[in-house]
């Protein structure tokens, strides 16, 4: 509270910082965040810059109304030069992160939705809120171009669940390259029973 327009001071909204890293050879410089409309709800993607030069890719995902997870989706080495990462910004429109240090600027896509593989399972593991299956790859997921599926049956049904990752659940049928040789068995249990 040093500020004479401040009546309170502001607190997390769960009583506690999102992101926590202890016993790192690093320290965050700067951070951005971009807000992602994915098709199990809205996320903050936090991006994070490094004194190592390096961009970290991370969503905070509510476990309860207590606590979070915070869940890495990926760190990128940004310059050749180990050198550190001093401003950020995102252009929505471009889906381009800017990243900038002492030794120069350079651009980065806030989705690389094809290294997640081409799977199915693989694309949903990923629980990034930019990529969703799409029937055929793992593809840019955009809240606004869901209409444009409609015309392909294959594609119709994005399939994405940024908030538990659950793969059985969302790519059942779409593993067709992996399912024509799987075997799908249930088993049932009873607790409490030696055999």
């Known amino acids: 509270r040093n500020h004479p327009a401040m009546h309170n001071a502001v607190y997390p909204v769960h ?3 999102l992101v926590v890293r202890t016993n790192v050879d690093y320290e ?3 951070i951005t965040v971009d807000q992602v409309a994915a098709a199990d709800g809205n996320y903050e993607v936090l991006f994070l810059g490094t004194d190592k030069g390096t961009v970290q890719k991370v969503i905070v995902l509510p476990r309860d109304d207590l606590q979070t ?20 910004k995102i252009s929505s429109k471009r889906q ?33 809120p930019y990529c969703a299956w799409d029937g055929k790859s793992c593809s840019r997921y955009s809240a ?15 399939r994405q669940d940024v908030k538990y990752g659950n793969p059985i659940r ?6 067709s390259k992996a399912s024509k ?5 249930v ?6 029973s030696k055999s």
Request: net charge negative; proline share 4%.
């Open 15 to 17: 009583k506690r910082p």
């Open 96 to 128: 381009q992160l800017y990243v900038s240090s002492a030794v120069g600027l350079t651009q980065l896509a806030l989705h690389r939705c094809d290294m997640y593989g081409e799977a199915c399972a693989d694309c949903c593991l990923a629980r990034d």
């Open 144 to 158: 606004s171009q869901k209409r444009q599926y409609w015309s392909d049956p294959f594609r119709r049904s994005r």
């Open 28 to 30: 965050f410089t700067t």
């Open 170 to 175: 969302q790519c059942r049928g779409f593993n």
């Open 187 to 192: 088993q049932y249990g009873v607790e409490g």
């Open 69 to 88: 997870e915070e869940l890495v989706l990926e760190e990128v080495e940004v310059f050749k030069v180990p050198t550190p990462i001093t401003t950020m």
């Open 181 to 185: 040789n799987t075997l799908e068995m």
